[in-house]
């Protein structure tokens, strides 16, 4: 590399020309040695090979060999080094190392990047503005184009190029999800006292349910607006796949919900829909009228364990990337929430193996019905 400078003299400015290079193998092993073997400082080293200090300082940086990173006795959790030895107790530095890690920079700077492709970016620049995630994209890649290569990005490659300079002026990153992912307890607190008659613990859920292979089971929850208003969701998710129902309810009592609820379910065959796991909340004191008009089955989830409703609670999650907290739902219409809804389920998901829950359900619901015939599935609800 050359470049030119000029020089300031009591005359002006006179330009001058001053050849500059990366150091070569001969350089870095000299420093190798008048560092490591003779213990010599960056201002001593630079004198000897004739460079500038800060050429110096800075080489160490590039070739840091330490000694556990080339060994089975690397522990990530513990500073790197090894358990014996005292000169492996720092890193020091190698010329190999340097040299090593200088070609393999020159060799990523000439990789083409994936995104020149024009088909790609374009179906990547269309997922990212629906909200997906870049392992979203990358998974759906492969069940949408599966033998064309050039359709290929990884998520963590795509993820370096939202943030990339080159793109600060689209500002990728606002189509990213928001928030910190939290971790759920594994167990819950104590409630003080039940407050849902006729409840029936998760504890006596079935056992089959947890893995998910059954067809039919949900998970309900409510998602609440902004206040004044009392208008809420009313959210039913089927577990296996992840399928979302939503509607609009008036406020959080009981009457409303149980009312949403049925009008949710009656249209549902019986065989898809056994049973719903609710939280502890009392928007759900009204429960049984919905079992007997539908002949479904309520579980309550342990006190302060959402993650037993897990798919519910993710569910609600994507609901509010649209409909973000503090937000009321007085101007919108129900065409708005199903709008909502039915671009949720179209979305491909990770463990449903980048099929959409659209996709999952209305396979599984073909199964049942090519089985058996239902007579009428539901009785009005009473009062």
Known sequence: MVGRVQVLTGEGVAPMTKVYSHLSG?????????????????CQI???????KSTVSREP?????????????YRPYRPKRLKAGAWTSRPFYSAMTAQRKAETRARESRR???????????????ALRKGWTPERIEGRLKVEWPDDPRMRISHECLHRWIHAKPQRALDLRRYLPRGKRHRTRSKGRRARGPRIPMRVPITDRPKKVDSRHEFGHFESDTVVGASPSKRCIDTQVERKSRR???RFIPDKGAPATARAEY?????????????????????SSCHLLVDEALGMLTYYADPYSSHQRGSNENRNGRIRRYLPKRTSFDDLTDEDLQAIVQEINDTPMKVLDWETPNEVWYRELGKIMSKTSHPKTSVALTN
């Not at 630079?46 to 500038?52: E, K, Q, S, Y």
């Open 26 to 42: 001969e350089e870095q092993v000299r420093i190798d040695e008048l560092r490591n073997r003779e213990g010599l400082g960056v």
């Open 46 to 52: 630079a004198l000897r090979i004739g460079r500038d």
């Open 61 to 73: 940086g590039r070739g840091l060999w330490v000694a556990s990173d080339e060994n089975g006795s």
């Open 112 to 126: 083409p990047m994936r995104m020149s492709y024009s088909p790609l970016l374009a179906w990547v620049m269309d």
């Open 244 to 246: 979302l129902f939503a």
């Open 263 to 283: 009008d949710i379910h009656k249209d549902i065959p019986a065989p898809a829909r056994i049973d719903r796991t609710w939280d502890n909340g009392t928007e």
